[in-house]
């Protein structure tokens, strides 16, 4: 922020998390800077079908912006002009999530087509007269704003705040020529930083696929591009190296046995009780930030108990942006049990466990866990017994061995690579948040910067 001016004069706010305010700013709840009372959508589940009007909820609320293609579905005209009697969008007006894991989140309406939204997006329709789309947009971006959401949110079976609370929360507004100026800079000063973003994730996704490439080589073809090669007979798996043998999934593990669902921690019976949370689908092993205990019977712990070098299956969940079936491997020294959504499955002793990890990472990234996954309610459930019929190649041990430490060391350099480009994606979004909640406070002059 040093690279800009101070106003000349400044008054307190009279507000804790604004601090001081530029002398000619006024400080209100932002209620008083809107048309309308904040409203919301409908608190029915409409019909969902094929074509119709756009019907707008909280997943569609998405990097600052309405991403259509993120749309419940479409619902009828008929209930489109019901719904609009309470609330028709309108363009200009600014979207906030204000129930569920993205609470908080906003965006601008910057279309003219009609839609229709659900009950968990609240609409806020800036009067012209005192405050512009923009600005307002912004002063909900700011880290003062959002720390007034994240103080006031309430949890029920998820966290959720009132359309009467966030009507309160007190924001500073400057003359309307003011935040014209404050949200043209800002709309191109995020414009540049979500372009290096973007050339960062990009980065990341090249360096995602060269692993994901360098594992299915490895894992089907070998380390020696000179070893005289044979058809697998197994058609995704194509060819592989002559010495090599294919067998089943199964014959590389003793069992598949799935884990407890455990209660409540008691102190005497507790025990930790990993996860499908404690996946780390990067490196393909056991996270250990967020362990949590639960009350495990003897027999559940003398039946279950993990042991080094276990492959642990993900059998229930998934969701919209990944398939089940995630295989990690247990590399810790501390007693544990999985939970009833995770199996065990100890690696034979001609098997190595670490290879095996690398296999069924090379099985996810191919989709070949596809075929195994059946579909209920939302939830994914893989059908282990079907998953593990699948055919496979298996090196002799030694040269498992010498693949697995290859890809080991190749992770490891790809952790590092990713952790730098993780890191600088982390500095450019809090700069890009503290620029915003800068010029909305007042603590910046952005008015004649080009």
Request: aromatic content about 10%; hydrophobic content about 35%; glycine content about 8%.
């Amino acid at each position: 922020m040093g690279n800009y001016a101070a106003y000349l004069a400044y008054k307190t706010s009279e507000v804790e998390w604004l601090g001081e305010i530029p002398a000619h700013w006024e400080v209100l709840p932002i209620k008083f800077a809107l048309a309308l009372p904040i409203t919301d959508g409908p608190h029915e589940t409409p019909t969902l079908y094929d074509e119709g009007i756009p019907f707008i909820s909280a997943e569609a609320i998405k990097n600052d912006r309405i991403d259509f293609e993120r749309k419940r579905g479409y619902i009828s005209q008929e209930e489109h002009l019901r719904f609009s009697k309470k609330y028709k969008p309108q363009y200009g007006d600014v979207y906030m999530v204000k129930s569920g894991a993205t609470t908080g989140n906003v965006a601008r309406v910057t279309t003219k087509e009609e839609f229709s939204i659900w009950s968990p997006l609240a609409a806020l329709r800036p009067d012209r007269s005192l405050a512009t789309t923009d600005f307002i947009f912004y002063a909900m971006k700011s880290n003062t704003f959002t720390h007034s959401v994240t103080l006031s949110w309430s949890f029920g079976t998820q966290q959720n705040i009132g359309m009467g609370v966030i009507s309160n929360i007190r924001i500073a507004l400057p003359p309307l020529p003011e935040q014209e100026a404050i949200a043209r800079f800002l709309d191109n000063k995020t414009a540049q930083i979500d372009g290096l973003i973007a050339k960062k994730e990009a980065l990341l996704a090249r360096l995602a696929d060269k692993r994901t490439a360098l594992i299915s080589q490895a894992v089907t073809k070998g380390l020696d591009p000179r070893v005289p090669m044979r058809d697998s007979g197994v058609e995704w798996l194509g060819e592989i190296p002559s010495h090599w043998v294919t067998n089943r999934l199964k014959w590389s593990v003793t069992q598949c046995k799935n884990g407890v669902w455990g209660d409540e921690p008691d102190g005497e019976n507790d025990l930790v009780c990993l996860r499908v949370a404690d996946f780390d689908r990067q490196s393909f092993t056991v996270g250990t930030d967020k362990l949590t205990m639960r009350g495990i019977t003897p027999k559940d712990r003398r039946d279950r108990l993990l042991s080094k070098g276990d492959l642990l299956l993900e059998k229930s969940g998934g969701g919209e942006q990944q398939l089940v079936g995630t295989v990690v491997y247990f590399d810790h020294e501390f007693e544990a049990v999985t939970s009833n959504f995770v199996a065990r499955m100890p690696p034979v002793e001609t098997v190595n466990g670490r290879f095996l990890s690398y296999v069924h990472a090379h099985l996810y990234s191919g989709h070949v866990n596809y075929r195994s996954i059946k579909q209920t309610t939302g939830i994914q459930n893989l059908d282990s017994q079907q998953y593990l019929n699948e055919v496979i190649a298996y090196p002799p041990l030694y040269e498992q061995e010498a693949i697995a430490h290859f890809l080991d060391k190749q992770t490891e350099m790809y952790y590092h690579q990713t952790a730098k480009i993780q890191a600088a994606i982390g500095k450019l979004k809090e700069y890009r948040t503290a620029l915003i909640t800068g010029a909305v406070t007042g603590k910046i002059d952005v008015r004649g910067v080009v």
